[in-house]
Structures are given as structure tokens and as C-alpha cells.
């Protein structure tokens, strides 16, 4: 489906939702699966995710949520000058 462009943003809107429960055991879960397919994800797709990670508070980020935003990002290399950029302005919002 992802191959395809099946995955429309209210797909990913819903996968994101289902990972923002308060189970730890499905994030975790839907984590994986980000995980396992990040090859397969758009540009669109891995915009949507980052945002979604980069938005929320960083004092409530957890260990798994920083792992993703890696994860994500890490076979795409025609993005990734432009994904190191958007991380280092996160990253010192951390700061």
C-alpha cells in the first residue's frame, strides 16, 4: 500500500493517533511497524511523522519517540541534509 501511494495523511493521522494512547504496548507496537516500513514512506509521509514527533513537548518525549525520529530517516538519503537540519533545530529547542 505504501508502495503504491494507498496511505493518504488521514491513514497516517490515524496511525499517529493510535500511537499517542496512554498503551504503552501499542506505541511501542506502531513504533515497530513505522520502523520497519520507513524504506516504503513518502517524503510526505516522513514530513507528516516528523512533524508530529518535533511538535510536542520535548521534556515529554520519550527514549522511543527520539529512536523513531532516527529510524525514520535513516534510509532516505536524498532528505537527509534537509532532516538533519530540521533535527539540530529540535535538538537545541532541547538545549
Given at each position: 500500500m505504501l508502495d503504491e501511494h494507498l496511505v493518504s495523511t488521514e491513514h497516517m493521522e490515524m496511525v499517529w493517533a493510535s500511537a499517542?494512547?496512554?498503551?504503552?504496548?501499542?506505541?511501542?507496537?506502531?513504533?515497530?511497524?513505522?520502523?520497519?516500513?520507513?524504506?516504503?514512506?513518502?517524503?510526505?509521509?516522513?514530513?507528516?511523522?516528523?512533524?508530529?514527533?518535533?511538535?510536542?513537548?520535548?521534556a515529554q518525549l520519550s527514549k522511543e519517540e527520539f529512536e523513531l525520529l532516527g529510524d525514520l530517516t535513516r534510509y532516505h538519503y536524498r532528505y537527509r541534509e534537509e532532516f538533519c537540519l530540521r533535527f539540530s533545530e529540535f535538538y537545541w529547542v532541547l538545549l
Open positions: 499517542r494512547r496512554n498503551e504503552t504496548e501499542q506505541k511501542l507496537a506502531v513504533y515497530k511497524v513505522l520502523k520497519d516500513v520507513n524504506s516504503s514512506l513518502s517524503k510526505e509521509q516522513l514530513d507528516f511523522l516528523v512533524d508530529r514527533v518535533c511538535e510536542r513537548d520535548p
